[in-house]
């Protein structure tokens, strides 16, 4: 996912209800009464976890009531320990943020990027995968010295953007839109494509999409950004608790399990130290 705005809207406090309620991993799961939560902390309703999102496959979609998507699975795996209910607000991408900046949900679903800015008006959780850098072509290509030459597509707002500018020079055509990148390539205006993984996956089904190979000139293809569950900044305890879940999720394979699930790498599951970009 794109680094995306932020709307700097003022933090508002809240006030919530205890989370000793027990419930399932999505929001057509009823309570279990057996269930004990990993972790104590307040949610805006009680039992529940009122998760902020929009499309955005194959990170994050709603299907009838259930969030699906790699953001998704780890959202209901998270809820499954702490004993809640998901409930899903959807709403345009640029409100997704001040959704949660102002109390109004729990979290938010979405690759959403561990950024310098995002930390200023929300919290952002340990990171769950990394957002890799892909190559979309004919022939299968995944090294960045190969681009040389080439008439080469690219999205704007990518991380890696700058560096192509400098790597490719005139060869490099930055789009407005993943559409519109993605109609010139397979109309072969172009001969390449460079998204993430999941976005290139997803949209070109019949040409080769692959983990761009580390470049020592292009930053985004040896540490490719880090995605997290944006928190409220006023609910420390939340925070801690998605945080110990996440890295539990990371040390059972479930997280690695979730993307392949969602045709994406198991190998984004190894993201490093968390860090911020921007």
């Known amino acids: 996912m794109r680094v995306r705005p932020i709307t700097t809207a003022v933090a508002v406090l809240f006030t919530a209800a205890t989370a000793a309620a027990c419930g399932g991993g999505s929001s057509a799961d009823g309570p279990a009464d057996n269930c004990k939560p990993a972790h104590e902390f307040t949610t805006i309703k009680k039992g529940t976890l009122t998760v902020a999102g929009y499309d955005l496959p194959p990170y994050s979609k709603l299907e009838g009531k259930k969030i699906t998507g790699v953001d998704g699975e780890i959202v209901a795996a ?3 320990k702490e004993c809640l209910t998901v409930t899903p607000k959807w709403m345009a991408t640029a409100a997704v943020i001040p959704t949660v900046q102002s109390g109004r949900a729990d979290l938010a679903v979405g690759d959403w990027y561990r950024t310098k800015a995002r930390t200023e008006v929300v919290s952002l959780s340990g990171p769950m995968y990394a957002d890799q850098m892909a190559i979309i072509s004919k022939d299968g290509i995944s090294d960045i010295s190969q681009l040389k030459g080439k008439k080469v597509g690219t999205v704007d707002g990518y991380l890696w953007v700058e560096d192509l500018k400098s790597y490719l020079g005139g060869s490099l055509k930055i789009y407005s839109t993943t559409l519109n990148m993605n109609q010139d390539l397979k109309a072969g205006r172009i001969d390449v494509g ?18 761009a190979k580390s470049h020592p000139d292009v930053a985004a293809s040896q540490e490719p950004a880090q995605s997290s569950l944006p928190v409220p900044k006023d609910n420390a305890a939340l925070l801690k608790a998605v945080n110990e879940d996440i890295k539990e999720l990371h040390e059972n394979g479930d997280i690695a399990k979730f993307l392949e699930n969602n045709n994406l790498p198991k190998s984004a599951a190894e993201t490093g130290d968390p860090r911020l970009i921007g």
């Not at 460079?194 to 983990?211: A, I």
């Open 194 to 211: 460079v998204d993430s993984f999941g976005s290139g996956k997803l949209n070109n089904p019949n040409l080769k999409v692959e983990v």
């Open 78 to 80: 998270i809820a499954a």
